[in-house]
Structure formats: C-alpha cells, structure tokens
Nanobody, 119 residues
Framework: QVQLVESGGGLVQAGGSLRLSCATTRTIFTSNNMGWYRQAPGKQRELVATITTGGTTNYADSVQGRFTISRDNTKNTVSLQMDSLKPDDTAVYYC?????????????WGQGTQVTVSS
C-alpha cells in the first residue's frame, strides 16, 4: 500500500547533472527511512544513498562527493542531486522506504526511473 512516485530520470552527457525526486505521503515520509538504490544492466541492485527520518545520510563510495540526498519535510519528498555523472552511473534508480516493524525490516520500492549517461 506504500506509494513512492519517482521523477527526474533521463538522458544526460557525462559530466552533467540530474535531480531525482521521490514523492510520498506524509505518513510514509515521517515513518520511514528513505533511500535511493540503482540497478545497472547485468548487476545486482545496490545502495546509492540513504537518509534517516532524522536527516542522517550515507552514501556509496562510488557516488560520495558527487551525489547528495536530501528530504523536504514540508513537501514529503526525497531528492537525489546527481552531479558529475559518469557512464557507470547508468542504471534504473529506485526510491526506497524502510522501517523496522517489530523484528522485521520492511522495504518498499518505487517503480524506478531510468538514468542514462552517455560519453
């Protein structure tokens, strides 16, 4: 029943920028840690960046210094600013919401948005 609506994907040249956005409901936004994951062709889904309800962020080493995750507590959105994009960043990017429900970690996913970086 969790709804995560992504936008902002597209085609850019190497060195360019894109800003992804994930829109959620207030309930989802306030109750879940949020993050962005990606899955490139032939590879497993991997963590890109996460942000807790308190605003603590973590990044994959491969995007550290280039990507910035943030959350807008007024609009209930989570954004991923991607700068200095590389062809290796090409992937389907997924918005993630997760929380600990008793002893289980619950994960919810958006449908994904394609990011293609050309050289």
């Amino acid at each position: 029943q969790v709804q995560l609506v992504e936008s902002g994907g597209g085609l850019v040249q190497a060195g360019g920028s894109l800003r992804l956005s994930c829109a959620t409901t207030r309930t989802i936004f306030t109750s879940n840690n949020m993050g962005w994951y990606r899955q490139a062709p032939g590879k497993q889904r991997e963590l890109v960046a996460t942000i807790t309800t308190g605003g603590t962020t973590n990044y994959a080493d491969s995007v550290q210094g280039r990507f910035t995750i943030s959350r807008d507590n007024t609009k209930n959105t989570v954004s991923l600013q991607m700068d200095s994009l590389k062809p290796d960043d090409t992937a389907v990017y997924y918005c993630n919401a997760n929380r600990l429900y008793f002893t289980q970690r619950l994960n919810f996913w958006g449908q994904g948005t394609q990011v293609t970086v050309s050289s």
